[in-house]
């Protein structure tokens, strides 16, 4: 323990933060390829910024005084109307029902990885591709998922992955800091589309503190994992899952990265796309086999309870503003 943290201050020193990172945390799946890293490194710069705290969001059930119009959301309150913060149980029903066939056929990326994927960091290449990503949304037959996962800096988000069954959009939350609040409320409060996230208790808690954003309609595939092996003990990984329900192996070598980087490299770029869109068969697969086993409610009350964890916790979680500099 000690020689590891020898190192750890080392590899800060040295500016090796990804590498620091891991090694203050470590986990052997997840250790970093120092040479793509290096290679990484070497064609990008990092993104600086300066970190302060602000006046607190408002959660929308303390902020009766204020309007759900779209000016009060850019102003920072969250204005979901959905109090329970669940989707229905119809929606649940319907994505436990679309089965193997379904899951198998969200399983985009395995030519080249970043075909269908959008890369934003301007407000207007933004406000383009959630276009995009709604029009999917509303076009989809079945139910309408939204993969979602972020990558940070310590407390400061620095990517936002949003997937469709079409596409990956990879928001640049650094250069978008001000604005992704405004830009995404409506989309994450929306109970018609189901979230997907992997253990999820960090990125919702990012979510409120950087951007002030409540998630409504919680799926998150790590309690569908617990809920189907009621004995396991440790939280199951996103990798062990696609690899025993997908038959999918994920590449983790990027988990640790410097996600300040940019321009972001290529592969980074893909690690973050697939992050997000391996959810969405997941999501499937799994929900299909808690119906089949009589675990599907139990799931869905314990991604309420999540919510309702979040939602509570809001009011003691500073308000992050990102400077860059």
């Known amino acids: 323990a000690a020689l590891r943290q020898a190192c750890a201050r080392a590899a800060a020193a040295g500016r090796h933060l990804d590498i620091a990172r891991w090694l203050e945390e470590g986990d ?10 290096a290679a ?11 970190i302060s ?7 929308a059930a303390r902020a009766r005084s204020r309007s759900p119009s779209p ?10 109307a959905a109090s329970a913060g669940d989707a229905s149980q119809e929606t649940w029903e319907a994505l436990a029902a679309s089965g193997a066939d379904s899951a198998n056929g969200l399983l985009r990326g395995r030519g080249d990885p970043l ?36 990558e940070c800096f310590h407390e400061a988000v620095c990517t936002v992955q949003l997937s469709s069954h079409r596409r990956d959009v990879v928001l640049d939350a650094l250069r ?30 990012w979510l409120w503190s950087n951007f002030g954003l409540l998630v409504v309609g919680l799926f998150d595939t790590a309690a569908a994992a617990r809920e189907l092996d009621r004995g396991q003990a440790n939280e199951p990984s996103l990798k062990s899952l696609c690899r025993e329900h997908l038959g999918v192996e994920v590449d983790k070598t990027y988990q640790r990265a410097d996600w300040r980087l940019r321009p972001l490299p290529r592969d980074m770029l893909s690690y973050a796309s697939g992050d997000s869109r391996v959810l969405l068969p997941l999501a499937t697969r799994l929900a299909a086999r808690l119906a089949k086993v009589g675990r599907l409610e139990a799931c869905r009350e314990a991604c309420r309870r999540q919510f309702n964890t979040a939602s509570a ?3 003691g979680i500073s308000r992050l503003r990102v400077e860059l500099l």
């Open 313 to 315: 916790g809001s009011s």
């Open 176 to 205: 978008l800091h001000d604005v992704l609040g405004g830009a995404l409320r409506r989309l994450l409060a929306d109970p018609g589309v189901l979230k997907v996230f992997h253990a999820p208790r960090g990125d919702l808690r």
């Open 40 to 50: 990484s490194r070497a064609a990008s710069t990092v993104l600086h910024f300066r």
């Open 115 to 150: 075909a269908d994927c959008i890369w934003a960091e301007t407000a207007s290449e933004a406000s383009a591709a959630l276009a995009l990503l709604l029009q999917d949304l509303t076009d989809c037959k079945g139910v309408a998922l939204l993969g979602v996962d972020l």
């Open 28 to 37: 052997p799946e997840t250790m970093p390829n120092t040479s793509a890293l």
């Open 53 to 59: 705290e602000s006046p607190k969001f408002v959660p």
């Open 71 to 80: 000016s009060s959301a850019a102003n920072g309150a969250s204005t979901t």
